[in-house]
């Protein structure tokens, strides 16, 4: 018999921190694997404890390796019901605050064994190989499909001088993409064009929020108005719904909302919050399925950052009404009955008055459906044409060496391309420290292929 093909899922974050690349390439590995015909490793970033204890909630952190293994598998399989048969490996990562995400140590290529290099997903392409010092990832996969969750772009625009930062990051992003990549899965119009992409909205829902839209579908009952739930800082939308609230405070009169949330700008975003005469309630962050949400009718998200918004999924799994903007990041929402869209303040005060005075539609079976990873899992093995034989296989290099690949084809102008990423790389690939080394396992940090690496230790 031949053997499985294996798909490694390489990600940028991991649980308990609840960001999208932790949950949804979580999800994406236990549903490939969920029918056995194919072998499936989950690989994220495994963290120090400095870093582990500024990036996780509540406290936690792990002692190894193998406890964050625990706590990951016992989070999707009370979710999903699933055996979640896929392995789960770490690479090492580093915090970076000025980012406000986490950045690859090392050689990362090498958590999967060249004997298994078959496919490789690349959840936040450009992200994991801005720094990639190592392996060329087509030379050590025989197929790598990059799936783009993040704008970017439109983060770094907000920043200062942030025109020119978003210009240059545009470029470079598209320069690594296409010296790693065979194809690129862009879950929306929202992200940047790239080579060789295609858009396609590869992620679901978590299947307890289908199970309350479901319970919610018989029930018909809201006691609740509109509320919006989000990472607390500036660009998830906070300052889009304030000002559209305050804009428009005497035409939304007799309106509340509850915003639920916590983040670097909680602070800020509560005093703007008490400032306006409408009754605008902070909670901190929670669950979106704490049963606290389930009686609410309304979802507000005026966010344009987000590509796919999750929050935005869910609360259309849950039944309720969701008022959005109209805006590319939420084209795959337009098709369902409880997706209200707005293109200024006007719109927006006559979809909300509107949506306060209806109940939602109930979702029917085909809805429910296209929400899930089930769905979900279809519309990525087709996009990345995993669902048929292909006639030909990509064929990979066997060499153990990036120089030695390189300069055999040093005539090809994407092979010159990777070779001067993999120079340059050499001056700014940050290492694991001597604890990471030790509790992952690993060898020979300090030199990499032949180059140097900067070793980072705080």
Known sequence: ?????????????????MTGTSVNPLFRAAYLAKDGHRKVTLVIPWLSKNDQEHVYPDKITFNSPNDHEKYVREWIEQRTALSCSFNICFYPGKFSRSKRSILALGDITESIPDEEADIAVLEEPEHLTWYHHGKRWKN???????IVHTNYLEYVKREKNGRAY??????????????????????????QELPRSIICNVHGVNPKFLEIGM???????????????????????????LNLLQ?????????EVDLFGSGEDSDQIQAAAQKLNLTIRVYPGRDHADPIFHSYKVFLNPSTTDVVCTTTAEALAMGKIVICADHVSNEFFKQFANCKTFKDGESFVKVTRQALTEQPAPLTDSQIHELSWDAATERFLKAAELDK?????????????FMSSSLSIHNKLEDASAFMHFVGTALVSPVPNEQQVKELGLKNTSKKHGFFSLKVTS
């Not at 018999?1 to 921190?17: G, Q, R, V």
């Not at 018909?220 to 800082?233: E, F, L, N, R």
């Not at 804009?247 to 309106?255: N, P, R, Y």
């Not at 034989?389 to 060496?401: E, F, G, Y």
């Open 1 to 17: 018999m031949d053997k499985k093909e294996h798909i490694a899922i390489f990600t940028t974050a991991s649980l308990p921190w």
């Open 215 to 241: 319970q919610k579908k018989l029930e018909s009952q809201h006691t609740k108005g509109a509320y919006y739930i989000g990472k607390m800082v500036w660009s998830k939308g906070y300052k889009e719904l």
């Open 389 to 401: 034989i292909p006639d030909k296989k990509l064929t990979k290099s066997n060499s153990k060496s």
């Open 166 to 191: 978003a210009f240059l990051l545009k470029h470079i992003n598209s320069w690594v993409v296409d010296i790693y990549c065979h194809k690129v899965i862009r879950l929306s119009g929202a992200t």
């Open 247 to 255: 804009d428009h405070q005497k035409e939304l009169d007799g309106l």
């Open 140 to 146: 050590k996969f025989r197929l790598v499909i990059g």
